[in-house]
């Protein structure tokens, strides 16, 4: 009879076990840097740029700028674009390689 306590008592333990495994998901065990939001988002408003996130973090800019997209840290819509549409409204045709205005 004591034997089945005891193996009950070892069964119970690993059970507690597993459930405290379970708590705790995989992404807090495996996180890597670039995929902590507080830690990317304080890199990325550091250095600037997508690019320059992706090489502190050792990662791809693809990477950087989806994890950056996926922590709401940068909005590829909206972000960025003041610059560039006060760049295209400056451009002549010339600049990109088309006749001038009123010439076809």
């Known amino acids: 009879m004591s034997n089945n306590t005891i193996s009950s008592g070892v069964d119970h333990r690993?059970?507690?076990?597993?459930?405290?495994?379970?708590?705790?998901?995989?992404?807090?065990?495996?996180?890597?840097?670039?995929?902590?939001?507080?830690?990317?988002?304080?890199?990325?408003e550091q250095v600037g740029t997508i690019a320059a996130t992706a090489t502190y973090f050792d990662i791809s800019a693809m990477t950087a700028r989806t994890w950056l997209i996926r922590h709401d840290i940068f909005d590829p819509d909206t972000d960025g674009l003041e610059m560039s549409a006060q760049q295209l409204q400056e451009l002549d045709p010339e600049d990109v390689g088309l006749p001038p205005r009123g010439e076809r």
């Open 14 to 44: 690993q059970s507690d076990c597993d459930e405290s495994q379970t708590e705790s998901t995989p992404d807090d065990q495996d996180q890597l840097p670039h995929q902590d939001p507080d830690r990317l988002q304080e890199v990325y």
